[in-house]
Nanobody
Framework: QVQLVESGGGLVQPGGSLRLSCAASGIIFTSNFMGWYRQAPGKEREWVATITTTFTTNYAESVKGRFTISRDNAKNTLFLQMNSLKPEDTAVYYC?????????WGQGTQVTVSS
């Protein structure tokens, strides 16, 4: 059974930081591209960042320079370090695993940026 379990969300003030985690089980973690997506209320889910099996990273323009995606293959865990958070970063953040067209999603973790 595949499970992707996000954690680390919460309420933070503008300019603050959060670190999200995604613990994976039931997949060959090292063989999967991993990514973070987010969905704000009333909006479509959007791509945030991706990290490949060879640790190549890509970011949406809106988070470039503020967010860092990383993975710990020994612990089957994906991370998203989020700095300089803005109110517009408020959303449910989802972890995604993909390999050869097979995709799995986590249940999401809420991030709220507000004073």
């Amino acid at each position: 059974q595949v499970q992707l379990v996000e954690s680390g969300g919460g309420l933070v003030q503008p300019g603050g930081s959060l670190r999200l985690s995604c613990a994976a089980s039931g997949i060959i973690f090292t063989s999967n591209f991993m990514g973070w997506y987010r969905q704000a209320p009333g909006k479509e889910r959007e791509w945030v960042a991706t990290i490949t099996t060879t640790f190549t990273t890509n970011y949406a323009e809106s988070v470039k320079g503020r967010f860092t995606i990383s993975r710990d293959n020994a612990k089957n865990t994906l991370f998203l370090q989020m700095n300089s958070l803005k109110p517009e970063d408020t959303a449910v953040y989802y972890c995604k695993a993909s390999r050869l067209g097979v995709v799995y999603w986590g249940q999401g973790t809420q991030v709220t940026v507000s004073s």
